[in-house]
């Protein structure tokens, strides 16, 4: 494995003089470093892309082309971009695999996508026609949950669209897409595809910066916000796919044997390192020991352990800041009358680890249930009626999905109905899909990704009117 994964500008692989490490989440010890880009290489990777979207924006039918030929050649570099990405995420290898093919996937749907003009009027009047037009130059920057997928969220629409991109991942994981940015620098003009790494102020060098016309984010809501105040002088269009309190109602006459497992699994799938996961459970008051009871026994059978081994379920929290953060909202509920049915501590040894925990006994006002945890912990909170549940499902600045489990598909339904968020499932959660737009209400975000919703996103309507008078 190489030391220093180089930076991808004007599709030249660029070293730095300065770097910065890259720790393994396993050990808690750095294992690599990663380049710190300079403003000067910066303003390099925004002129390319200027330079190179005259060109990418005019031949629709070659980027598709070349969208295709990049899910190949990810395809191909699977086994040397995933152990790469485990090692500086977390995450259990198989995962990390699954994750690569994503990138695939998204590349191929956006190749795919039939997009078509609309047009309003065709008479002897006039002919006026609606188009979508690329927008530019864009500023994405990606989190450390899903470097990879998420960053695929942002590549494969914009530049579909025709625009072309510079792209930052955390500096927590950027190892794994600085080797993507390689992989699709073989296949892309030089320009298209922009990534840089470093750790701040990158971040704000580039929403300030002058070239980009767009800003796509995902990241928490403070830093969000802070996104979205950069963007306003210039007027830059922004796309922000902030934090989620994702809750999960079960109604009375759900089957907890039967959806304890996937449940279980929609909160604590990357060690609950997702946005849209569940956070938060709200169980029938006469069965709530019932629920807690069997979201314990999958947590107590769970094995955590560092993703290189196959026999990992779980691996360690991506970095010590989460850590900590985790712990210390376990604490703090359980100093006010939370119990940890399973779990509630730090594992012995190095690395980030922290055992799966399933809380009772906890409340609404309790940090553990009004913020993001964003790690392996989910509180359960019983409820009295089906509308107290939802009035507190939605009682929070959060908005990005949620869902509903019972037998009855059509009440399941109607309760999701309810729900303030962008996403709401009914018997399941963290249903994704490139074709399904995602993104959330109030703090959890501003516009949609993926699907027609998301590739409009990186567009301006432009309308051609033609006169036959």
Same mark, same amino acid.
Request: aromatic share 6%.
């Given at each position: 494995?190489?030391?220093?994964?180089?930076? %991808?500008?004007? =599709?030249?692989?660029?070293?730095?003089?300065?770097?910065?490490?890259?720790?393994?989440?396993?050990?808690?010890?750095? +294992?690599?470093?990663?380049?710190?880009? %300079?403003?000067?290489?910066?303003?390099?990777?925004?002129?390319? &892309?200027?330079?190179?979207?005259?060109?990418?924006?005019?031949?629709?039918? &070659?980027?598709?082309?070349?969208?295709?030929?990049?899910?190949?050649?990810?395809?191909?570099? %699977?086994?040397?971009?995933?152990?790469?990405?485990?090692?500086?995420?977390?995450?259990?290898?198989?995962?990390?695999?699954?994750?690569?093919?994503?990138?695939? #996937?998204?590349?191929?749907?956006?190749?795919?996508?039939? @997009?078509? $003009?609309?047009?309003?009027?065709?008479?002897?009047?006039?002919?006026?026609? @609606?188009?979508?037009?690329?927008?530019?130059?864009?500023?994405?920057?990606?989190?450390?949950?899903?470097? *990879?997928?998420?960053?695929?969220?942002?590549?494969?629409?914009?530049?579909?669209?025709?625009?072309?991109?510079?792209?930052?991942?955390?500096?927590?994981?950027?190892?794994?897409?600085? *080797?993507?940015?390689? @992989?699709?620098?073989?296949?892309?003009?030089?320009?298209?595809?922009?990534?840089?790494?470093?750790?701040?102020?990158? =971040?704000?060098?580039?929403?300030?910066?002058?070239?980009?016309?767009?800003?796509? +984010?995902? =990241?928490?809501?403070?830093?969000?916000?802070?996104?979205? &105040?950069?963007?306003?002088?210039?007027?830059?269009?922004?796309? #922000?796919?902030?934090?989620?309190?994702?809750?999960?109602?079960?109604?009375?006459?759900?089957?907890?044997?039967?959806?304890?497992?996937?449940?279980?699994?929609?909160?604590?799938?990357?060690?609950?390192?997702?946005?849209?996961?569940?956070?938060? @459970?709200? /169980?029938?008051?006469?069965?709530?020991?019932?629920?807690?009871?069997?979201?314990?026994?999958?947590?107590?059978?769970?094995?955590? =352990?560092?993703?290189?081994?196959?026999?990992?379920?779980?691996?360690?929290?991506?970095?010590?800041?989460?850590?900590?953060?985790? &712990?210390?909202?376990? $604490?703090?509920?359980?100093?006010?009358?939370?119990?940890?049915?399973?779990?509630?501590?730090?594992?012995?040894?190095?690395?980030? +680890?922290?055992?799966?925990?399933?809380?009772?006994?906890?409340?609404?006002?309790?940090?553990?249930?009004?913020?993001?945890?964003?790690?392996?912990?989910?509180?359960? #909170?019983?409820?009295?009626?089906?509308?107290?549940?939802?009035?507190?499902?939605?009682?929070?600045? +959060?908005? *990005?999905?949620?869902?509903?489990?019972?037998?009855?598909?059509?009440?399941?339904?109607?309760?999701?109905?309810?729900?303030?968020?962008?996403?709401?499932?009914?018997?399941?959660?963290?249903?994704?899909?490139?074709?399904?737009? !995602?993104?959330?209400?109030?703090?959890?975000?501003?516009?949609?990704?993926?699907?027609?919703?998301?590739?409009?996103? !990186?567009?301006?309507?432009?309308?051609?009117?033609?006169?036959? /008078?």
């Amino acid at each position: 494995m190489p030391d220093q994964i180089p930076m %991808t500008i004007g =599709g030249s692989a660029v070293t730095t003089a300065r770097s910065f490490e890259v720790v393994d989440p396993a050990t808690g010890a750095p +294992f690599a470093s990663a380049p710190e880009c %300079t403003k000067a290489q910066l303003d390099q990777a925004m002129q390319s &892309a200027q330079d190179a979207y005259r060109t990418w924006k005019q031949d629709e039918a &070659a980027r598709r082309e070349l969208l295709l030929a990049g899910a190949d050649a990810v395809l191909a570099a %699977t086994d040397a971009i995933a152990p790469l990405l485990t090692q500086e995420q977390g995450k259990p290898l198989a995962d990390a695999q699954m994750e690569v093919r994503s990138v695939a #996937l998204w590349l191929r749907h956006f190749a795919g996508l039939e @997009v078509e $003009d609309e047009v309003l009027q065709d008479d002897h009047k006039a002919h006026i026609r @609606v188009v979508r037009r690329p927008l530019g130059v864009v500023a994405a920057i990606t989190p450390w949950n899903f470097p *990879l997928s998420l960053a695929a969220w942002k590549i494969a629409p914009a530049l579909r669209a025709g625009n072309t991109m510079v792209l930052k991942p955390s500096p927590y994981t950027p190892l794994a897409t600085l *080797l993507l940015g390689q @992989v699709l620098a073989d296949v892309l003009p030089a320009g298209v595809l922009n990534v840089v790494s470093g750790s701040d102020p990158l =971040g704000a060098l580039m929403t300030g910066h002058p070239a980009p016309r767009k800003i796509s +984010f995902t =990241g928490s809501v403070a830093t969000g916000k802070h996104v979205a &105040a950069a963007a306003a002088p210039d007027l830059k269009r922004i796309t #922000l796919e902030l934090g989620g309190n994702d809750p999960a109602i079960l109604l009375d006459d759900v089957d907890v044997e039967a959806v304890a497992e996937r449940l279980f699994w929609s909160a604590f799938r990357n060690n609950g390192q997702v946005c849209s996961a569940v956070k938060r @459970v709200y /169980a029938p008051e006469h069965r709530y020991d019932e629920v807690v009871e069997a979201l314990a026994a999958v947590a107590d059978s769970v094995r955590v =352990g560092a993703g290189s081994d196959p026999k990992s379920q779980l691996g360690p929290l991506n970095n010590a800041p989460q850590l900590k953060r985790v &712990a210390g909202l376990v $604490d703090d509920a359980v100093s006010r009358g939370g119990q940890a049915v399973v779990g509630g501590a730090v594992v012995d040894g190095p690395g980030f +680890f922290y055992q799966p925990t399933i809380l009772r006994g906890v409340a609404d006002g309790m940090a553990v249930v009004d913020e993001e945890q964003f790690g392996p912990v989910l509180p359960v #909170l019983p409820y009295r009626s089906v509308d107290e549940a939802v009035e507190r499902a939605n009682g929070t600045h +959060f908005g *990005l999905s949620g869902s509903v489990w019972g037998t009855d598909d059509d009440r399941a339904a109607a309760v999701a109905d309810q729900l303030d968020c962008g996403t709401a499932w009914v018997n399941t959660h963290l249903a994704l899909r490139p074709d399904q737009p !995602f993104g959330g209400a109030k703090w959890s975000g501003i516009g949609v990704e993926n699907g027609y919703w998301g590739l409009h996103s !990186f567009t301006e309507v432009k309308v051609l009117h033609r006169s036959h /008078a």
